[in-house]
């Protein structure tokens, strides 16, 4: 198992840069996927970037071209760099980590993309 704690959330005018960490309390190296995932108010949670352990990426097509998901596995911690955010951007960012096919979350951290 693993546990998960996201940072770097706050308030950014659109147009504007993020960067979110997620802070693993084991190693990374073995974790098969990782990912990023957002909930906006009255919406269902959402799938925007995973990271394989081979080091492929995926994105949602709402968010490619502007974020980047990395990982550094010698800091146990997944990033997700946001550029050029949107008011649509605003959530709740949540780290997973898939594991033997279970999946494990962290609590979150709140993006808000507003001027």
């Known amino acids: 198992q693993v546990q998960l704690v996201e940072s770097g959330g706050g308030l950014v005018q659109p147009g504007g840069s993020l960067r979110l960490s997620c802070a693993a309390s084991r190693s990374i190296f073995s974790i098969n996927v990782m990912g990023w995932y957002r909930q906006a108010p009255g919406k269902q949670r959402e799938l925007v970037a995973t990271?394989?352990?081979?080091?492929?990426?995926n994105y949602a097509d709402s968010v490619k071209g502007r974020f980047t998901i990395s990982r550094d596995n010698a800091k146990n911690t997944v990033y997700l760099q946001m550029n050029s955010l949107k008011p649509e951007d605003t959530a709740a960012y949540y780290c997973?980590?898939?594991?033997?096919?279970?999946?494990?979350w962290g609590k979150g951290t709140l993006v808000t993309v507003s001027s």
């Open positions: 990271i394989t352990i081979g080091g492929s990426t």
């Open positions: 997973n980590a898939e594991i033997l096919q279970m999946h494990f």
